[in-house]
């Protein structure tokens, strides 16, 4: 008989999520409005400080789409976007007809690479076009280069969107990932560090900019005792039901985070002496991650050309699942068109690394399963 699966990253339910939703019910706050939806803003906002306005929208590639919106992207514009990412980074900028101009990463953080980007920017200006915004991202919950990125869009006067959908509950230096941009961007999604079914959010600096991003998630509708629309509108906005999901995980998320940093630190501790495998680590104290997703890099030189592919499929063998890292989007067949600027850092990432197994729902038992995986791998 086959073993149960043990997934990459499945959903961790609290226990209170029930009772949220219930009252929902009960007071028929079906439709999406309602106390669920503006207490889960006001507990997000909470946990995120620095002032900021959380809007609750259906996703977080919604909460791209509304940020770059209000940075001014428009059609034949060009968005600078960091190329080692989850696809929903870099579509939204297509659905304003924008061109994505995609960067490589650095190797400590895998996200964005400063160094890269300000070549990007010094060559667009030059070829007589300046980027209109920065889609920079903290992957697998690792903060990116915040400040050496920040410095280089005030050096140019480009804001900067940041993409927190995996790193909620990361900091820099002390500071939550989600408030360093202009706009930030959380996600909800069944995978992630909390979850609401499906759901997002925008970080925003000002109540008037939420606003905005409600109208616009709202289907533009203006102040009128009919339906009246100057702007195109969307159909973005969580539903209270929803919501309610997500209060009762902001009751465990600090718990969820600690957890995945004790997988993180499970694995971390197994490859401490195994030459040929890095565990993707903080680089300095000033890095804080959530760890949503543990991640490697196998190297086959080092290994006697063993490789992530015959990792994960001793893995699959054993009904574990674990998923190699993102493609780069620059490699993705609908970007093929699009501009690059790096020096392949991105595609050695995407051709050696793996993600583990990472959930905060994970059991001693499932360790033990994993931990046996790893053994007879790399300890013949």
Not at 194 to 216: D, H, M, R, W
Request: hydrophobic fraction near 35%; aromatic fraction near 10%.
């Amino acid at each position: 008989m086959a073993q149960d699966k043990i997934w990459l990253s499945s959903p961790d339910m609290g226990g209170t999520e029930q009772d949220y939703v219930n009252k929902a019910f009960e007071e028929n706050w079906i439709a999406p409005l309602g106390p669920n939806v503006n207490g889960f803003e006001e507990d997000i906002q909470k946990f995120l400080g620095q002032d900021k306005n959380v809007a609750a929208l259906s996703s977080g590639t919604a909460a791209i789409h509304l940020g770059l919106l209000q940075l001014g992207v428009e059609r034949d514009d060009e968005v600078l976007c960091q190329s080692f990412t989850f696809s929903a980074s870099a579509n939204p900028v297509a659905y304003l007809g924008a061109t994505p101009i995609f960067i490589d990463s650095e190797p400590d953080t895998w996200n964005l690479c400063p160094k890269q980007l300000e070549r990007a920017i010094k060559d667009r200006i030059q070829k007589g076009k300046k980027p209109k915004a920065i889609v920079a991202v903290h992957l697998y919950g690792m903060p990116c280069k915040i400040d050496e990125i920040e410095a280089v869009a005030k050096k140019y006067t480009i804001p900067v969107l940041e993409d927190s959908a995996e790193a909620l509950g990361s900091t820099y230096k002390g500071r939550k990932c989600g408030t360093f941009g202009r706009f930030g961007v959380l996600s909800f999604n069944g995978n992630k560090i909390i979850t609401t079914s499906g759901g997002g959010a925008l970080v925003c600096p000002s109540e008037e900019s939420k606003k905005n991003t409600v109208f616009y998630a709202t289907q533009s509708r203006d102040q009128a005792p009919h339906y009246q629309h100057s702007k195109i509108g969307y159909n973005y906005r969580m539903s209270n039901i929803v919501a309610g999901v997500g209060r009762g995980q902001m009751e465990v998320l600090d718990g969820h985070v600690e957890k995945r940093r004790a997988m993180h630190s499970f694995y971390h501790s197994f490859f401490e002496n195994i030459t040929g495998v890095d565990v993707l680590t903080e680089p300095s104290e000033e890095f804080f991650s959530n760890h949503w997703l543990s991640a490697i890099l196998v190297n086959p030189k080092e290994l006697n050309g063993f490789t992530r592919e015959d990792l994960r499929m001793a893995f699959q063998e054993e009904n574990i699942e674990s998923r190699p890292l993102w493609k780069p989007m620059h490699l993705q067949p609908v970007f093929e068109n699009a501009p690059f600027y790096g020096d392949g850092t991105s595609e050695r990432l995407f051709e050696n690394g793996l993600c583990l197994p990472s959930g905060s729902n994970l059991t001693d038992d499932d360790r033990n399963r994993i931990k046996s995986v790893l053994e007879n791998v790399f300890k013949k």
